[in-house]
């Protein structure tokens, strides 16, 4: 005979709030610090524009934008003063590009050895060393390419002035090859081992690998490294200041000297000026643009590197 067994009874599921009571103090504070180091930054950004931007503004209320933008003298201490910013520009553009001609091969090569070539005991003799040129003062920099490379090039043939742009950027090109090393290196460190041996096991050789699947799968860190490097050399001073010299003028000769934005707010902006006219505004006007050529061209790495980066799991 069958006994009726009663099922026990079900008990109902309580939810269960797994949210925290309160929050802990030491959390709190840290995201208090970290909030306060990010806003200090964005004040600094902000207050930088603000002392450019108000003087700035006093100067292309008297002088022209078209006509400072797209005039071909400056010489703004002389009587009557012209205001002609296109030499400057073009200076740093060129000085900038003798300066890459130099780092980015000499940086992305060093970057290919040190993550694919190098084995650990080279890598941590060679990357501390290279390190160490990020070290030196620019001001060493500007007296080395004063001293030491212009006399060099004069002794290889080249009818180089004193002061001329060749010497400067190739010395500042010296200066960007640690910034572009590391982060490129650092970049080709972060492509999955998984990658690599993919590739070696299709038969492929190291050269192959280093060049065809690392590179490319490492683009936006490597294209990062060279818009920080643009940015370093379009932004340096004492380098250009000492070595490049400080004529405003238009020439693609490197053998010529020439002044940069840089090089005149440095010379430029030591006290002698009389405060509020317009010689003193064009430090600002000068410094302004700077600022806005960087900023366009931050802009633009940022895009370059949201489009080809690279997300791997």
Do not use: H
């Amino acid at each position: 005979m069958a006994t009726d067994v009663s099922a026990p009874p079900v008990r109902a599921i309580t939810e269960i709030d797994l949210s925290p009571s309160s929050r802990r103090l030491g959390e709190l504070a840290i995201k208090g610090v970290l909030g306060l180091a990010a806003l200090v930054s964005v004040v600094t950004t902000v207050g930088i524009v603000v002392s450019l931007l108000f003087p700035a503004i006093e100067f292309f209320s008297e002088v022209s934008p078209w006509k400072s933008f797209t005039g071909t003298e400056w010489a703004p201490l002389f009587e009557p003063g012209t205001f002609g910013v296109l030499p400057l520009i073009l200076a740093t553009f060129v000085v900038t590009f003798w300066a890459l001609l130099v780092a980015v091969p000499a940086g992305l090569g060093s970057a290919i050895f040190l993550s694919e070539y190098a084995g650990p005991r080279v890598r941590a003799v060679l990357k501390p060393v290279l390190e160490i040129l990020a070290a030196i003062p620019t001001v060493v920099y500007g007296y080395f390419a004063l001293t030491a490379v212009t006399p060099l090039l004069r002794s290889l043939g080249l009818e180089v002035e004193i002061f001329n742009v060749l010497a400067g950027g190739l010395v500042l090109g010296v200066m960007l090859i640690p910034t572009i090393a590391s982060l490129s290196e650092d970049a080709m460190a972060a492509v999955p081992q998984a990658l690599r041996d993919g590739a070696y096991a299709l038969g492929a050789d190291r050269l192959q690998v280093s060049t065809r699947v690392v590179v490319p799968a490492a683009i936006s860190g490597i294209i990062a490294s060279f818009v920080l490097g643009i940015s370093r050399a379009v932004g340096e001073t004492m380098i250009v200041l000492i070595a490049v010299g400080q004529l405003p003028q238009i020439t693609f000769d490197p053998r010529e000297p020439m002044e940069t934005m840089t090089a005149f707010i440095g010379a430029t902006g030591n006290g002698d000026l009389p405060t509020g006219s317009i010689e003193y505004k064009t430090i600002f006007a000068v410094g302004l643009t700077l600022f806005a050529l960087t900023l366009v061209m931050n802009v633009i790495s940022i895009r370059l590197v949201r489009r080809f980066r690279e997300v791997y799991d």
